[in-house]
């Protein structure tokens, strides 16, 4: 296959994988309002911790279903990729779960997509070049377009403990991303990487969820509602195993900014979600998770994202 030809078909793989984790933040979100009452009087972070630990143990016994053994047998640089990738990636979930819960969605959802402009600033600091005049216009877009979606107050915006917080998840979630493309693991097997990654993160979470536990109880009564274990058996496939698989392989073929303003479009995609999902969810459940509506705002500010992504594909930047 040809270079142009794989670039082509990890652009549509990856599409595909922002289409799948855009939907899937309704089922995360519903997850968490089904668990608060099982875990009430605990702390924001054993509630994060807890809801991540079984989404990512799930993700490695679906690995282990689909690829057998084999799967299980890393090499050194496997391990080595497994390993940072679970620590950004755990860091990154932490803070960003537990800062969303000190401030407001708009403003995390602003400042979560900071990564986008992290992700070139960071190659331009390795390779020691100034970043494209069509890099910064690409960010200025998505972000510009992120701050419309999430309808901004900038009279009212500030860095607290929160705000702190989620934009430093970002740094963790944008060396994630760079990793995946980086020559000394160009040869892994990412089924193997992925695995080893989803493992190291679930002791991660479990270790966490001990530690701050209140009422020990609470680490095991969540599992007596079988609606929240169908949400975690459907994160997990759709929200971690599935979505990592796909992107630890296919990434290699794109360059990191590409990939980065590709999954910007997951807050597109989690508000059209939000638009009819949360009340079937609701009634199912019997969770207070309201549809938002299709507004002005959510055309406005996915027209801007999406035209950072056409802005980044022709005029295309030195693979990284």
Not at 44 to 70: D, E, H, M, Q, T
Not at 89 to 103: A, E, I, V, W
Not at 172 to 194: G, H, V
Not at 276 to 293: C, E, K, M, T
Request: aromatic letters at 10%; one cysteine or more.
């Amino acid at each position: 296959m040809s270079a142009s030809s794989q670039h082509t078909r990890a652009l549509a793989v990856l599409a595909g994988v922002t289409v799948i984790t855009g939907m899937s933040f309704v089922l995360f979100k519903a997850s968490v309002l089904t668990q608060l009452p099982f875990n009430a009087g605990e702390s924001s972070w054993f509630v994060a911790a807890s809801n991540l630990a079984p989404r990512f143990i799930l993700g490695v016994l679906c690995l282990v279903g689909l690829f057998r053994g084999r799967v299980l047998r890393l090499t050194r640089t496997e391990w080595a990729q497994a390993g940072f990738m679970a620590v950004t990636s755990f860091c990154g979930c932490m803070l960003q779960t537990d800062g969303l819960q000190r401030t407001s969605a708009a403003t995390t959802a602003f400042l979560t997509q900071f990564y986008v402009i992290l992700i070139p600033l960071w190659w331009a600091i390795v390779h020691r070049k100034r970043p494209t005049v069509t890099v910064l216009l690409a960010g200025l877009l998505v972000l510009s377009g992120v701050a419309v979606l999430a309808r901004v107050d900038w009279q009212t915006f500030r860095v607290g403990r929160g705000e702190a917080e989620v934009l430093m998840s970002t740094l963790f979630f944008s060396l994630l991303l760079c990793s995946l493309n980086w020559p000394a693991f160009a040869k892994n097997r990412a089924e193997c990487s992925t695995m080893g990654m989803f493992l190291i993160e679930g002791v991660l979470f479990a270790v966490v969820s001990v530690a701050t536990v209140r009422e020990p109880g609470h680490l095991l009564t969540p599992y007596a509602s079988p609606a929240w274990l169908v949400l975690m058996v459907l994160a997990a496939v759709l929200g971690s195993a599935g979505p990592f698989l796909l992107m630890n392989y296919w990434q290699r073929f794109i360059t990191t900014t590409e990939a980065g303003l590709l999954y910007s479009f997951c807050p597109v995609l989690a508000a059209l979600t939000e638009t009819f999902l949360p009340a079937p969810l609701s009634r199912w459940i019997g969770i207070d998770y309201a549809n938002q509506p299709l507004t002005v705002s959510l055309i406005a500010g996915g027209a801007l994202i999406l035209g950072a992504n056409i802005v980044i594909q022709l005029w295309p930047q030195e693979k990284t």
